[in-house]
């Protein structure tokens, strides 16, 4: 009778821990989102191939970045001059340096030497400048925006023509992921990122909304740290978080050039914390090969984004059906393959060149 009592207190002992012991975490889901973005890129066309050459060849393109003083924004701008100059039509890149003023200052030259259409690239909130958006395209100016929404959670607003987006959820679930895999579900983490960037809100809630989905148990804390602050604020921010929980085991801020910040918090709170992040912005990948404490970053040729958002302003101009999404994959760099982005790394390196031959037959250029 002793043993069947025990045999039953533990069975039932067994049961209670079930219903509150910790929750499933899937791990081999994560996994299994961390190989597929671990291989080299391939090239999807957006669209059916199009004469690209007779159809630009008396339309002309003016790029504004968000300013030019990033070099994350600059490449983008490169690709967009590199398609230009490949199809053969004129392109013009505006100087700025991350002004109101000078956003609309772009807008009104645009329009005042009659081209056809403006792309507003890079994260540049196209709400601060809508009156002169309306203007522009009243005067009979396409107006379009590229990397700057989610593809699938953010709408693209009534007063833009259209704008070629990127997939921000993924690149959310590939950081989220990366933690629970390295882990085995045991994740503590501190996200952050500056909420004043249109980017900002798919990236946290991708981040934030897959740790919960795959790692019911899994911590996250987030921060809003605006871009201007990240330098005063963030450092400390994230110093005192470590302090206050030393169980924190990522930091994964959703821009990487936030890790310049980020890295000096870490090894004066003396924590083990890593960095996972996006952008692939070139001294963060520097960080990564020369230290240890930035794990892994998601990063996209930025080259193909300016090529990829020129194909989608073409077709726009030339009356084909609109590409709203851009092709270009994400792409995992780790310590083992960190060094293919080139010593010092580039924006470019590392990501192969499909896209440069895809992008050449579809505009039927030999």
Not at 141 to 170: E, G, L
Not at 216 to 227: F, G, H, L, M, R
């Amino acid at each position: 009778m002793k043993t069947l009592l025990t045999t039953a207190l533990a069975a039932g002992a067994l049961a209670a821990t079930a219903l509150t012991g910790p929750a499933f975490a899937d791990v081999e889901k994560a996994k299994a989102l961390i190989e597929k973005y671990s291989k080299l890129p391939s090239f999807e066309a957006p669209g059916p191939a199009f004469d690209a050459k007779a159809c630009m060849a008396d339309k002309k393109m003016f790029v504004i970045p968000l300013t030019n003083a990033n070099p994350f924004n600059a490449a983008i701008s490169q690709g967009f001059v590199d398609a230009a100059e490949i199809v053969g039509f004129e392109l013009r890149d505006w100087e700025t340096q991350m002004d109101p003023a000078g956003w609309i200052q772009g807008i009104n030259t645009a329009v005042a030497e009659g081209y056809d259409l403006i792309d507003l690239q890079g994260g540049l909130p196209p709400e601060f400048v809508q009156p002169q958006i309306m203007e522009a395209r009243n005067a009979g100016t396409k107006v379009t925006a590229t990397h700057n929404w989610d593809a699938t959670t953010q709408a693209i607003p009534d007063f833009m023509d259209s704008a070629a987006n990127t997939d921000y959820v993924t690149v959310g679930e590939i950081i989220a992921a990366w933690a629970i895999a390295q882990t085995d579900g045991n994740v503590n983490a501190l996200v952050l990122g500056p909420d004043e960037i249109t980017p900002t809100a798919p990236l946290r809630d991708a981040i934030l909304t897959y740790l919960k989905a795959n790692c019911p148990d899994c911590k996250a804390t987030y921060i809003n740290v605006p871009v201007t602050e990240w330098a005063t604020k963030g450092q400390p921010a994230v110093q005192n978080a470590l302090l206050a929980d030393p169980t924190i085991n990522y930091v994964l801020p959703v821009y990487d050039s936030m890790a310049q910040f980020i890295v000096p918090a870490i090894q004066i709170a003396g924590s083990d914390a890593k960095i996972v992040s996006y952008n692939g912005t070139p001294f963060v990948l520097d960080m990564m090969r020369d230290g240890d404490i930035v794990e892994m970053n998601v990063g996209e040729s930025l080259g193909w984004v300016g090529m990829a958002g020129t194909d989608a302003n073409m077709r726009l101009l030339c009356g084909l059906d609109p590409v709203t999404k851009l092709n270009t994959p994400a792409y995992i760099f780790t310590d083992a393959n960190v060094e293919t982005a080139g010593n010092p790394a580039t924006f470019n390196d590392g990501y192969g060149d499909v896209h440069i031959e895809g992008f050449k037959k579809l505009w039927g250029i030999e």
